[in-house]
């Protein structure tokens, strides 16, 4: 047989995706047989079914025979609805033609890495951070330079430092406000620093925002809305964390940069030709329709921010801070870990094993979360309450 590609070792995967499954493959042969059950306090996936209006304007679009392609950007009610939106918390003059609607978050990431990137082009890249911006980037041959969030900024990281790594190959920034997985929001300041260094330098910008609404304090920033930047800047969101419609599939790229805009719809084109017609249709009820529920999830998802931030800073060897935006808490473990000789990751099993509890290594994110694990608080406050004792039943006797 003739090999395969020689870019497909670089390519990378969600080790979250890993860790789940082996989750249910121990919760299956090994707990089931004695009536036991895993906890899951890792996972990203909205703790909530998609609003009823949605899921009504896609079974309208079914029934109105919407089953066909659309052109490669999305309909043209969509986009619109798109450009408004985002121009309601960029402040920048977004137009219909500004958008190229995909299938869910990650295409824009891959059309816009693939769009820029050559063999040994460097991406600065904060870390930890979603690995799927350092995979893409090395399946391309580009160079990953990761930045460490600092706990101690409430995970924000140095604009100083960032400059320090631009070389004449450095030729993207990544930015993930709110983020996952550390749960921080960038401060405006540290957003005009960017912005200035962007332009200084003349580098391109990825700013994943699909946590916008998720904010419990303070403000989001869109970095597109600094001076400069929204030439530079594709901004990508989607329904799936705020409306959570992650089975709907659908997101989008928007840039006032015309030549971006026509690649991310180029690579489109070739990729998936168009979004479904049916998620696009719910898509724009999510955008135009009630806002109700969204104001609703973000109320409860803050009490159990708040239940689970006072839960773990009880048990014995966590620390962590109450993240302002997202739904994830990164819980700093090295008092465990150096306590009992292990490492993050073997924490983490052995708190699968002996706590029933699922949550995730910080090294899954990148070298920087090797003293952390990631928890997130999308489920109900009673399995938090459930998880988060057993996990401090499991510690105490170990940190004596």
Known sequence: MK???KRMPRLGTENAFAVIGKA?????EILKPQSKHLVYLQIGEPGFD???NVNEAAIKAIRENQTHYTTTPGIPELREAIALSTVRYTGVDYKPEDVVVVAGGKPIMFYMINALIDEGDEVIIPNPAYPIYGSVTEYLGGKVVPIPLKEENEFNFS????EKRITPRTKLVIINSPQNPTGGVFSRELMKKIAIIAVKNDLWVLSDEIYNEMVHEGEHVSIASMPGMAERTVVLNGCSKTYAMTGYRIGWGVTKNKEMAKYLEQL????ISCVSTISQYAALEALTGPQDEVKRMLQEYKARRDLMVKMVNEIPGMRCHSPKGAFYLMVNVKQITDKLGIT???????????????ILPGTVFGLFGDDFVRFSYVSTQETIVEGLTRIKNFLVPLMK
């Open 268 to 271: 489109a084109c070739n990729d």
């Open 24 to 28: 249910k493959k121990f919760e299956r």
């Open 159 to 162: 604009a100083e430092e960032m």
């Open 3 to 5: 090999p395969f590609s």
């Open 50 to 52: 998609a609003p009823k």
């Open 344 to 358: 993050a990751a073997e924490l983490c099993d052995r708190i699968m094993k002996e706590a029933n509890v699922l």
